[in-house]
């Protein structure tokens, strides 16, 4: 129970909470300067400090002061650093950042004058306690100190002075008490003025939600360039192996087929991987986004050359080409139709039949795009498995969303089909 006591009074934690409320008075110190002053002034020109009444009457006047300066926006940031190296509270417990709302400032305005005015009191505590202990403590010992003029008139008989020693430890006692309670109590009102209000846990979340969203695309662009790339390249060299014998002008297509998807995809990697740099900025070199309007046929001639056939029906409508696509959904729909290439050659067999039209949406009167793919499934054993519920799928399906349109997958008939519907109103170029 002793250790238990003297570790609560005296250990690393009640030490660096210590050392955290002397800071605290050493910041006061500016503003009590500036306090004294103007009660000098007030009180007819004199030095605050040389009496009581108005030092105190100076503490008081600095403290609306500490809370006006406290509204600024680094306070709250520096004073939960403080706290969660000094004070022990959870990370979590306090908000990060800061403060954005008047009521989160006028919280850390009351954080700051609590941590500045107690903390001033325990510094002078600490300054002035532990000489007078000492004094105390080896007055019996000293025979000069019961002779010299510092105010101990009161162990004036030879048995008074031996009194002082216990009033002295008494007074370090009460020291340590009020230090490791001031301490305890700054603690416990750290959460509670500096802790996330509901603003700040909605930034919090909204923050997360787009670290996430950001997270998503681009587990998508690495899933589908490079897991489309990997399909590909595999078929084309398997077929090249194949054929290395029979039909020499076949390999050199497919190791033609192979040198351009990989470096195509290692463009495309690099772009991405670009995006994950903080701070980097795009490089004007970096490989553009692939779109339906400039790629679509570079798509299907390497597929093609991976062995597949791939029979392709296109219909861009009005002005016969894909290049009136916005932007975006010419984006999307090439990792969409490269998505669809890529299961087909992994899990189907046969043909692949591609069907791409834009198309009028009679229910709201606007134009969408509307990609099909279907193929033969394999037999089972002979490929991977199909699923409806695959990485690949799953992030086409996001796509199709952020456009507020959808992705259908699964067995049709006696074949595989994928069908994507995405909107064109209001896309920009």
């Known amino acids: 129970m002793t250790r238990g006591v003297l570790n609560r009074l005296l250990g690393p934690r009640a030490r660096l909470r210590w050392v955290h409320q002397i800071l605290g008075g050493a910041l006061l ?6 306090a004294q002053v103007g009660v000098g002034m007030a009180a007819g020109g004199v030095n605050a400090l040389s009496s009581l009444p108005l030092t105190l009457a100076a503490y008081a006047a600095a403290l609306p002061l500490v809370a006006v300066t406290a509204v600024f926006g680094l306070v709250r940031p520096l004073s939960v650093a ?3 190296a000094m004070c022990g509270v959870p990370g979590e417990r306090l908000a990060e950042g800061p403060a954005r709302s008047w009521a989160a400032r006028g919280r850390t305005s009351a954080w700051w004058t609590l941590h500045l005015g107690v903390g001033a009191v325990v510094s002078g505590m600490t300054l002035a306690v532990p000489p007078m202990a000492v004094v105390l403590i080896t007055l019996p010992l000293v025979t000069g100190l019961r002779k010299a003029e510092l105010g101990l008139g009161w162990f004036a008989t030879e048995a008074d002075p031996y009194v002082a020693p216990l009033l002295g430890i008494g007074l370090l006692a009460g020291l340590a008490l009020c230090a490791a309670g001031a301490g305890a109590l700054v603690a416990r009102m750290a959460p509670v003025l500096l802790g996330p209000t509901a603003a700040d846990r909605l930034a919090a979340a909204e923050e997360r939600a787009a670290d996430l969203a950001v997270r998503n695309r681009l587990a998508r662009e690495l899933h589908d360039a490079v897991g489309h790339a990997l399909s590909a390249v595999t078929l084309q060299a398997v077929a090249a192996r194949r054929m290395l014998e029979r039909d020499p002008g076949f390999v050199r297509e497919a190791l033609a087929a192979i040198e351009d998807t990989t470096r195509r995809t290692v463009g495309e990697l690099d772009a991405v991987l670009g995006l994950l740099r903080d701070g980097d900025p795009a490089r004007p070199d970096a ?12 798509l299907l001639a390497r597929t093609r050359a991976a062995g597949a056939t791939v029979t392709a029906h296109q219909d861009p409508g009005p002005g016969g080409d894909w290049a009136g696509l916005p932007a ?9 139709v490269q998505e669809g290439l890529s299961n087909a050659l992994r899990h189907g067999t046969g043909p692949v039949d591609l069907r791409i039209r834009v198309r009028a949406d009679h229910e709201n009167g606007h134009r969408e795009l509307e990609i099909i793919m279907t193929n033969a499934p394999a037999a089972p054993g002979e490929r991977e498995a199909r699923t409806t519920g695959g990485r690949g799928l799953r992030g086409s399906a ?12 699964g067995p049709y008939g006696d074949r595989w089909r994928l069908r994507a519907v995405l909107p064109l109103a209001g896309g920009g170029r």
């Not at 490989?287 to 570079?298: F, H, I, S």
């Not at 996001?398 to 997958?409: D, M, Y």
């Open 82 to 84: 403080a706290v969660r």
């Open 398 to 409: 996001e796509r199709a969303a952020l456009l507020g349109g959808s992705v259908e997958a």
């Open 29 to 34: 110190m500016p503003y009590f300067l500036l």
């Open 287 to 298: 490989a553009p986004a692939p779109t339906l309007a400039v790629d679509l046929d570079g």
């Open 328 to 336: 975006i959904a010419s984006r999307e729909a090439y990792r969409i």
